[in-house]
């Protein structure tokens, strides 16, 4: 019919030609003839054997006038888009051969383009989403889809009063080709706030309760931060779904919208008013389970945790029965999907209501348990297969579980090779039949390896680093030529080189870690090698004393282990230490044995557990904790050293006395010349996803730094340093720089450092894009710290307090970047007036 009726009408234009008549030409309607000539006319700038090329007609060729051959040129040439008008003319006939003229007008072609109304950095996205690039053909459709987008897009964003004016205008210049300017007159208008939400009907539920539940659509309140009262049409769709959901978690299964309107009042915002039928309030009555084997009803009833009596709440029913919110909800479809059963279904029906008392039958099918029958990886075109599949929690004959698939993509994305938001499960040739089906891993590689840059102000001037982080590299092809492209890599190895340094300071090192060591169990080996001088501060010159120096050579060596229990979440690390401290002239409050050295043998154990997920650079719930303790051994117990007696000579010297000052120093050279110190160390992070992607870090953290000896004292090494952004400078002598924004670097510690701290601290994080090439965040921040010189002044609640706001974008070639505007609500020590804003700048770090 439709290709009918499309003949039918080219043939009335055909026939309706201006050439086409009785008097002027004769022809016999539907009787054939050879085509002649065919000439081209009109104004376009197309060859005329282009043009009939493109038609399909031939001369020689036998057509019928009219009929189905001029039917289709027509169809061709208005299909290419380029012409504004086509018409196709009998020009004359001599016998039984027909002259045809195709008689074309070209589209124009956009020539200059204007747009008004909007920002200048704004333009480039209107032109790249509309592709009004220079040279395209305008047609009446590109003019409606333009508008019709910008309009919406302005809608979207709350100007519900948004005007789009487009307007051509045709070129006349020397140029044969018809081109034409177009001009974009964007009137956003002002957005269109909701000034009240009322509604009618509900006496159960109320108004308070039915606004709360709608998550975009909010009236004004000036109180309010996160959620703007703009109308979006769309999202106030969506609320209304919301709006009966509450409803519905409430009982009342029967609740409907009657009505809504929109009122526009005089201060250009409106009100929104919804008629709402509430229904009578149901309970659930019996529930019975059918075709379960697998589980008793006792073990379903438990999980389900809906018992006789209470009131009927659709929304929350569906949670318990599966809850698409959460890949690892307890629910009852992944008790069944993580016991091997994908081809289980599991369907509430209700089976009678009397009395507003509703029984429910869950009726399940279970289906036969699944195996897994192939699993692949593809999309890894870097990192070589073994490195993927032995993070793989399916195998082939393996008993399909779908916790296992999704614990494997979690352990993926934090690999760090690939896009953790492009890690995708595909389930290839389920089979209920046999019970069997495939798994493919999709993977896409984002970039490891990094250009280290890290920057920040601190300990008098400019901190920088410099280095080389290579996060999947290849040892075994170190010395293969063809590997480097640029570097070996595809073992998920780490090769790190860097240098840091300032005007006081110069470090480098060079660390190397292997995950699996062996390569069968996920056994991690760790080295790294430092060197660092450090130089003594001169007050008279402003500047670093390069003839007073501290230098500091270390290595460490450490093993860590992943434990089965109490789960595998769970990771036992051990690492041997030693550090040799070398002081030239080197006198400060500190270190009295200016000229001298300590030896530092240490033994760390840690306990961690993470189960963050998914992606390592915003993970969207889960918990991270660490819990270390470092240790050297207790010499004072067997080096026969009477230190009572050290320390009671020590403090009998006067520090102002030349000779007692240098006395002090023999003095502290023999208490330092082995540590002797403990060190415990813990840190807490839980996050959890709020809305869609806005997620909530809560931290804590704590350190401890102490004696076995007390005549011995606490080491002048290994202290806490709190405030600022948390570079870290001096860190290889084992001090540690604790980031508490809102303040200067370490300007909550004492001058020596601190023995004991604890910090506090909440971040809300929201994603403006987590795309692999850059993942950018937002946040706000709440935190508190203080540092203590002993545990006779700690006091956990006697904080330095801050808020702020903050920006990071992590590049896989240069790591994590960022800044923060902190507020500092407390005074530094030995202040009287709150510290108030400080900006830090953030390169490689990452809270």
């Given at each position: 019919m439709k290709t009918f009726l499309n003949t039918f009408f080219i043939t009335l234009i055909f026939l309706a030609s201006s050439k086409i008549t009785s008097q002027e030409i004769k022809f016999n309607s539907g009787e054939k003839y050879v085509i002649g000539e065919i000439s081209v006319t009109g104004n376009t700038n197309f060859s005329e054997?282009?043009?009939?090329?493109?038609?399909?007609?031939?001369?020689?060729?036998?057509?019928?006038?009219?009929?189905?051959?001029?039917?289709?040129?027509?169809?061709?040439?208005?299909?290419?888009?380029?012409?504004?008008?086509?018409?196709?003319?009998?020009?004359?006939?001599?016998?039984?051969?027909?002259?045809?003229?195709?008689?074309?007008?070209?589209?124009?072609?956009?020539?200059?383009?204007?747009?008004?109304?909007?920002?200048?950095?704004?333009?480039?996205?209107?032109?790249?989403?509309?592709?009004?690039?220079?040279?395209?053909?305008?047609?009446?459709?590109?003019?409606?889809?333009?508008?019709?987008?910008?309009v919406n897009k302005y809608k979207k964003d709350g100007f519900y009063n948004a005007s789009v004016d487009i307007k051509t205008v045709e070129v006349t210049d020397s140029i044969e080709k018809r081109r034409v300017n177009m001009s974009i007159d964007i009137d956003k208008g002002e957005k269109i706030k909701v000034k009240k939400i009322t509604f009618n009907g509900n006496e159960q539920i109320s108004d308070k309760k039915l606004r709360k539940a709608m998550k975009n659509t909010k009236q004004k309140n000036p109180i309010r931060i996160f959620k703007r009262s703009k109308y979006v049409q769309d999202d106030y769709k969506e609320d209304l779904v919301s709006v009966i959901d509450k409803f519905k978690e409430n009982g009342y299964r029967d609740a409907r919208i009657i009505s809504d309107s929109i009122i526009k009042n005089n201060d250009k915002t409106i009100s929104i008013v919804v008629n709402v039928e509430e229904g009578e309030q149901y309970k659930f009555g019996k529930i019975t389970f059918v075709g379960n084997s697998a589980f008793t009803d006792r073990q379903l009833q438990s999980l389900l945790g809906i018992n006789e009596g209470d009131t009927y709440n659709g929304v929350e029913l569906k949670k318990r029965i599966a809850d698409d919110s959460r890949p690892d909800a307890a629910d009852l479809t992944n008790l069944y999907q993580n016991n091997g059963y994908l081809f289980s279904s599991i369907n509430p029906v209700e089976v009678s209501a009397d009395g507003n008392v509703i029984d429910m039958e869950i009726r399940i099918i279970e289906g036969k348990p699944a195996y897994f029958n192939n699993v692949t990886v593809v999309g890894n075109e870097k990192t070589n297969d073994k490195v993927i599949y032995r993070e793989l929690r399916t195998r082939p004959g393996q008993l399909y579980k779908k916790e296992n698939v999704v614990r494997t993509i979690r352990e993926l994305g934090q690999l760090g090779f690939f896009d953790a938001q492009k890690i995708s499960p595909n389930f290839k040739n389920p089979n209920p039949t046999d019970g069997t089906l495939d798994m493919e891993y999709s993977v896409v590689e984002s970039g490891s390896s990094?250009?280290?840059?890290?920057?920040?102000?601190?300990?008098?001037?400019?901190?920088?680093?410099?280095?080389?982080?290579?996060?999947?590299?290849?040892?075994?092809?170190?010395?293969?030529?063809?590997?480097?492209?640029?570097?070996?890599?595809?073992?998920?190895?780490?090769?790190?080189?860097?240098?840091?340094?300032?005007?006081?300071?110069?470090?480098?090192?060079?660390?190397?870690?292997?995950?699996?060591?062996?390569?069968?169990?996920?056994?991690?080996?760790?080295?790294?090698?430092?060197?660092?001088?450090?130089?003594?501060?001169?007050?008279?010159?402003?500047?670093?004393?390069?003839?007073?120096?501290?230098?500091?050579?270390?290595?460490?060596?450490?093993?860590?282990?992943?434990?089965?229990?109490?789960?595998?979440?769970?990771?036992?690390?051990?690492?041997?230490?030693?550090?040799?401290?070398?002081?030239?002239?080197?006198?400060?409050?500190?270190?009295?044995?200016?000229?001298?050295?300590?030896?530092?043998?240490?033994?760390?154990?840690?306990?961690?557990?993470?189960?963050?997920?998914?992606?390592?650079?915003?993970?969207?719930?889960?918990?991270?904790?660490?819990?270390?303790?470092?240790?050297?051994?207790?010499?004072?117990?067997?080096?026969?050293?009477?230190?009572?007696?050290?320390?009671?000579?020590?403090?009998?010297?006067?520090?102002?006395?030349?000779?007692?000052?240098?006395?002090?120093?023999?003095?502290?050279?023999?208490?330092?010349?082995?540590?002797?110190?403990?060190?415990?160390?813990?840190?807490?992070?839980?996050?959890?996803?709020?809305?869609?992607?806005?997620?909530?870090?809560?931290?804590?953290?704590?350190?401890?730094?102490?004696?076995?000896?007390?005549?011995?004292?606490?080491?002048?090494?290994?202290?806490?340093?709190?405030?600022?952004?948390?570079?870290?400078?001096?860190?290889?002598?084992?001090?540690?720089?604790?980031?508490?924004?809102?303040?200067?670097?370490?300007?909550?510690?004492?001058?020596?450092?601190?023995?004991?701290?604890?910090?506090?601290?909440?971040?809300?994080?929201?994603?403006?894009?987590?795309?692999?090439?850059?993942?950018?965040?937002?946040?706000?921040?709440?935190?508190?710290?203080?540092?203590?010189?002993?545990?006779?002044?700690?006091?956990?609640?006697?904080?330095?307090?801050?808020?702020?706001?903050?920006?990071?974008?992590?590049?896989?070639?240069?790591?994590?970047?960022?800044?923060?505007?902190?507020?500092?609500?407390?005074?530094?020590?030995?202040?009287?007036?709150?510290?108030?804003?400080?900006?830090?700048?953030?390169?490689?770090?990452?809270?």
């Open positions: 054997q282009t043009v009939i090329t493109y038609s399909g007609l031939r001369k020689g060729e036998e057509i019928s006038i009219p009929g189905e051959e001029i039917s289709a040129a027509l169809k061709k040439l208005w299909n290419s888009k380029l012409f504004s008008a086509i018409d196709i003319y009998l020009a004359k006939v001599e016998g039984n051969v027909a002259y045809l003229e195709i008689n074309l007008i070209d589209l124009p072609e956009l020539n200059e383009l204007e747009i008004d109304g909007v920002k200048k950095s704004k333009k480039e996205g209107i032109i790249k989403d509309n592709k009004l690039n220079k040279g395209v053909k305008v047609t009446e459709n590109l003019i409606t889809t333009t508008r019709n987008y910008l990094q250009i280290e840059l890290q920057g920040g102000y601190g300990g008098g001037g400019f901190i920088g680093t410099l280095g080389l982080s290579f996060n999947n590299f290849a040892i075994k092809d170190i010395f293969n030529g063809e590997a480097y492209k640029p570097i070996p890599s595809g073992d998920g190895q780490s090769l790190a080189l860097r240098l840091q340094a300032s005007r006081f300071f110069q470090t480098y090192s060079f660390s190397f870690m292997e995950p699996w060591l062996g390569g069968k169990r996920p056994v991690q080996f760790s080295t790294s090698l430092s060197h660092t001088k450090q130089f003594l501060y001169n007050p008279q010159t402003r500047d670093a004393d390069k003839d007073r120096r501290f230098n500091i050579t270390g290595i460490t060596v450490g093993l860590a282990r992943r434990l089965t229990v109490p789960d595998d979440y769970f990771t036992l690390s051990q690492a041997i230490s030693f550090q040799h401290y070398n002081l030239k002239n080197y006198n400060t409050g500190l270190f009295t044995f200016g000229d001298g050295y300590s030896n530092n043998l240490a033994y760390t154990v840690g306990l961690s557990r993470n189960n963050t997920w998914n992606d390592p650079i915003y993970p969207e719930g889960g918990s991270n904790f660490s819990v270390t303790a470092k240790l050297s051994l207790p010499y004072s117990l067997f080096n026969g050293v009477d230190y009572e007696a050290l320390k009671n000579e020590r403090d009998e010297l006067d520090p102002t006395d030349a000779d007692d000052y240098a006395r002090i120093g023999e003095i502290d050279q023999e208490r330092y010349k082995w540590l002797e110190f403990y060190k415990i160390k813990s840190k807490f992070d839980w996050y959890q996803s709020l809305v869609k992607k806005l997620v909530l870090k809560s931290s804590l953290e704590f350190g401890y730094l102490g004696a076995y000896n007390n005549n011995r004292g606490v080491i002048p090494f290994e202290r806490f340093f709190v405030g600022g952004d948390g570079l870290g400078n001096y860190s290889l002598d084992g001090r540690e720089a604790i980031a508490l924004r809102g303040y200067p670097n370490q300007s909550l510690s004492s001058q020596d450092g601190g023995s004991i701290y604890n910090k506090f601290s909440m971040e809300l994080r929201y994603p403006i894009t987590l795309e692999g090439q850059a993942k950018i965040f937002v946040l706000g921040f709440l935190e508190g710290g203080a540092s203590f010189d002993n545990f006779r002044d700690y006091n956990p609640f006697a904080i330095q307090r801050s808020a702020g706001l903050g920006l990071r974008i992590f590049m896989p070639a240069f790591g994590l970047l960022g800044i923060d505007f902190g507020h500092g609500f407390d005074p530094l020590p030995g202040e009287t007036t709150k510290n108030g804003w400080e900006t830090h700048f953030i390169i490689g770090q990452q809270f």
